[in-house]
C-alpha cells in the first residue's frame, strides 16, 4: 500500500523524489526489485486511464492483485504483525512526511523571499519615479523661459515717460 499511494504519486509529479527517496529504500527492501517494478508500471498504466474507464481500471487492479499473489475476490490481505516490517514501513512514511514538511516550508520561505524582493523592487521603482517628477519640477522652475518665471519679487516697474 505505500508503494501505491505514496511512490505512485512521486511518479505522478505529486511528491518529489527527494520526499519518497527512505520510502523506495525500505519498500524495496520488503517487497524486492523487480515486484516493485511491476507495481510501479501497473500504477503508471493506471495514470494513462482515464477514470471514466471502468473495465481497464478493473483489470489493473487485477494485475496488482496477482503480482501481489492476492485474490482479488477474497478479503483485503492483512499484514502479518510478526514480520517487523510494519513498524520499519511507518518510520519511513513518517520521514516521508517530515520531508514533506520541510520541503513545503522551504518553499513557502522561498516565495516569501520572492514577494519582499518583488515589494522592494515596486517600492525602489516608486521612489524613482517619485524622484524624477520632483527633478522635472526642479528643472522646469530653473530653466523655464525668463517671461514664464514665477518669483515672488514685486512686479518691475513701468519705465517712465518723457513728455
Known sequence: MAAGLILARRDAGILDPD????????????LGPDLLQTLADI??????????DEQKMREHARAWCQALGADPAGPKPVPDPASGRRSEL?????????????????QAAAEARVAAAHAARAQAKAAKAEHARQAAKTAEKVFAP??????????????????
Open 19 to 30: 520526499e519518497t527517496e527512505i520510502l523506495e529504500t525500505t519498500v524495496t527492501a520488503v
Open 43 to 52: 500504477w503508471s498504466a493506471a495514470h494513462t486511464t482515464g477514470d471514466e
Open 90 to 106: 511507518a518510520e519511513a512514511i513518517g520521514k516521508v512526511v517530515g520531508q514533506v514538511r520541510a520541503n513545503e516550508a522551504a
Open 146 to 163: 525668463a517671461g514664464a518665471r514665477t518669483t515672488h519679487a514685486r512686479p518691475p516697474k513701468a519705465p517712465a515717460v518723457h513728455r
